[in-house]
């Protein structure tokens, strides 16, 4: 049975989510269209909120491991970041141009990615031995991952870009 | 071996315009240009070509090649 605190998150959520569908749509129509645009303020903010909503996840990940998934808590923690990706995707729609980034930014964010891959690795052994001696059970894992991989990848990157 | 530049010093001779002005007018951002000034990123051939046609100067007159001490011996 659906509790209120769930009721409440799904109608946030499922709010948001049209919300950010309708603006999709419409502002690209609007004269408000041409003052949208990818700068270095953008991009770091984006890194910044990435690793906000990759510690908070984790956070709530490790301290409320039965409800983040039941009430879809890991959705509503990871909403202001796919609403700044919605923004670039909305960038990337007004500008027909889908390399809004530089090439610096695009090398920083495929290192990155490398280096995201490569400690996804020891992340998820520390969750299997997690699993392993029962501290954990259920699909935690995902939300674990999930966030782990979105506050390495903006750490990472961040770091990478802003090292001159 | 590694990529040397004089972009710190093409700018001061074009009127000291700032590194934010010359990302604005190539296309990239600032810390893009200060990477590159200090050595710690390698532009693509096309950003190196845009620099060059905005300082009215050929690539290699912005960029060298800075020889392995080792590969020297």
Redesign the interface.
């Known amino acids: 049975m659906e509790t209120t605190i769930e009721k409440i998150i799904k109608l946030l959520l499922v709010f948001t989510v049209v919300a950010a569908g309708f603006l999709y749509w419409l502002l690209p129509k609007t004269k408000l269209a041409r003052h949208f645009k990818m700068n270095e303020t953008l991009f770091i903010v984006t890194n910044i909120i990435g690793m906000i909503c990759g510690i908070v996840g984790l956070v709530v990940t490790f301290l409320f491991p039965q409800f983040i998934i039941e009430l879809h808590l890991w959705e509503l923690i990871v909403t202001p970041f796919a609403l700044i990706y919605i923004y670039w995707r909305l960038i990337m729609r007004i500008r027909k141009n889908t390399e809004i980034v530089d090439e610096k930014q695009d090398y920083n964010m495929t290192r990155a990615g490398a280096i995201t891959m490569a400690f996804s690795i020891p992340a998820m052994v520390i969750m299997f031995i997690l699993y392993y001696n029962r501290i954990f059970n259920g699909p935690i894992w995902f939300p674990y991952y999930f966030f782990v991989t979105l506050l390495v990848f903006s750490a990472s990157t961040l770091f990478l870009f802003r090292k001159a | 071996m590694k990529l040397g530049n004089n972009l710190r010093r093409c700018r001061f001779d074009k009127d000291e315009i700032s590194q934010q002005a010359l990302a604005a007018i190539v296309?990239?951002?600032?810390?893009?240009i200060?990477?590159i000034e200090?050595g710690?990123?390698v532009?693509?051939t096309l950003?190196a070509l845009k620099l060059a046609k905005f300082f009215n100067k050929s690539v290699e007159d912005i960029f060298y090649i800075i020889e392995d001490e080792k590969a020297e011996k």
Do not use: D, E, I, N
């Not at chain 2, 296309?27 to 893009?32: F, L």
């Open positions: 296309g990239v951002t600032r810390q893009t200060l990477s200090k710690k990123f532009p693509s950003l």
